[in-house]
């Protein structure tokens, strides 16, 4: 889709890329990732971030003594410091610990479900608030086939069910577990 003469692709690529430059991407900092966006080559804010030195670098140099620099403290910290100088930054959080923070799950993007055999699951929640369509949470994962004897009384089939089950069309005795305890 993007191939047609003249095309030349800019975007950043591959798995060890961190950004499109020194001044938009991410750093390690002492504890955890952080993205650092900087519009444009403005490097002025940078120099007013307490503890941050920057130099007449450019490049790959640059980029290197800001790695050196943000190894020094916590993402918090760094993030902290850019935003004051109003620079746009944000830490890498874990998708665990996301899901578990507690605004997200105020918020209900990340809901608790009891799923049977496994136990207490937390799976995204509804991110979309519609005023004439309301979304929901579905129901929590089932064993597979341990719904077929509900579906079939449904239908007024629940008399098939041994011989749908003796012909393999479906199985509803000895089902394998949906995942395993590790």
């Known amino acids: 889709m993007l191939s047609y003469p003249g095309h030349v692709s800019t ?11 020194p001044l938009n991407r991410f750093y390690k900092a002492q504890d955890r990732w952080f993205f650092l966006a900087l519009p444009g080559d403005d490097r002025s804010g940078l120099k007013q971030v307490e503890g941050l030195e920057v130099d007449s670098l450019d ?12 190894a020094t403290h916590p993402a918090s910290v760094w993030v902290s410091r ?4 109003g620079i746009a930054a944000q830490e890498r959080v874990p998708v665990g610990e996301l899901m578990n923070d507690p605004y997200v799950r105020q918020r209900g993007l990340s809901v608790s479900q009891d799923v049977e055999g496994v136990g207490e699951t937390t799976a995204p929640g509804v991110p979309v608030q519609l005023s004439r369509t309301p979304m929901r949470v579905g129901d929590p994962p089932v064993r597979p086939g341990s719904d077929a004897p509900r ?25 394998p577990p949906a995942w395993r305890a590790e």
């Open 82 to 85: 850019l935003r004051a100088q």
């Open 11 to 21: 975007e950043a690529r591959g798995y060890m890329t961190l950004g499109t430059g």
């Open 151 to 175: 579906i079939l009384e449904h239908v007024g089939m629940a008399e098939q069910l041994a011989p749908l089950e003796k012909a393999w069309v479906l199985q509803v005795n000895d089902l």
């Open 59 to 70: 490049g790959d140099a640059l980029a290197q003594s800001l790695e050196e620099q943000f």
